[in-house]
């Protein structure tokens, strides 16, 4: 079983910068496509990015492509999201997720999620 716990949330201005953190333990994740979604109040968890097991691809949702990147350290187990020109609607909780497939038109995660960071964004 893999255990992720994410860091790296808090309060930003609007246009401002945030850096996530996913870390894994247990298990390694190095063999998984790994991802980042959030869920914003009143609304339900969508997907935000993705990293192949190589790190050698990464996919974004339309919102947040040009803004966000994703990059993994396989060394370190760890999962990054730096995020960039934040806005009010970024505001949510991001989770870090294990075995991110695209199905259906859409991504999902078949293994472990995180607890969760929440970023807030002011305007």
């Known amino acids: 079983q893999v255990q992720l716990v994410e860091s790296g949330g808090g309060l930003v201005q609007a246009g401002g910068s945030l850096r996530l953190s996913c870390a894994a333990s247990g298990r390694t994740v190095r063999s998984y496509a790994m991802g980042w979604f959030r869920q914003a109040p009143g609304k339900e968890r969508e997907f935000v990015a993705g990293i192949s097991w190589s790190g050698g691809s990464t996919y974004y949702a339309d919102s947040v492509k040009g803004r966000f990147t994703i990059s993994r350290d396989n060394a370190k187990n760890t999962v990054y999201l730096q995020m960039n020109s934040l806005k009010s609607e970024d505001t949510a909780v991001y989770y870090c997720?294990?075995?991110?497939?695209?199905?259906?038109?859409?991504?999902?995660?078949?293994?472990?999620w995180g607890q969760g960071t929440q970023v807030t964004v002011s305007s």
């Open positions: 997720a294990q075995d991110v497939r695209k199905s259906g038109g859409s991504y999902s995660a078949f293994g472990s």
